[in-house]
């Protein structure tokens, strides 16, 4: 994962969870990490790596315009395929801004940990009087009648 490298929402991310990034990383290590955290930091890797391919492109056309340059040097294919690679690269880019965002609008609050739900069986109690007498075998069973 790309733990080292910021993204754009890395201060989104630690508003959220209310911890810096490299201590969300440490706590999805554990055995209790919630799905929902560890969906959320492999976004974010993608992300960053996706944004270090955007700047990495963008310097490389700098390089190449840079106005102390030789113009012999040049190259309008070479500026074509930096153009195509710089738009694949945004439109990753944004889609994951896009898919961590709306992960972190419909995740549980982080501080919500679900616990179980404990419910009480209630027993309705009731006493009979003294004086009834008990249930014949059969009760309930029809009676045959007699001639």
């Keep these: 994962m790309s ?17 810096p990034v490299s201590e969300l990383y440490e706590a999805a290590v554990g055995r209790d990490t919630s799905p929902a955290l560890t969906r959320v930091l492999e976004l974010r890797s993608f992300l960053a790596l996706t944004e270090e391919q955007v700047a990495r492109v963008r310097d490389r056309v700098h390089a190449d315009m840079d106005p102390d340059r030789d113009m012999g040097e040049l190259s309008a294919d070479r500026l074509r395929f930096d153009a195509q690679w710089l738009e694949a690269a945004l439109d990753a880019r944004d889609s994951y801004r896009a898919a961590l965002g709306e992960l972190l609008r419909t995740m549980p609050p982080p501080a919500h940990q679900p616990r179980p739900v404990r419910t009480t069986q209630l027993r309705a109690t009731a006493s009979l009087p003294r004086s009834a007498a008990p249930a014949p075998q059969r009760a309930g069973a029809a009676r045959a009648r007699r001639p």
């Design 3 to 19: 733990r080292d490298r910021a993204s754009t929402m890395d201060d989104e991310l630690q508003e959220v969870f209310g911890a």
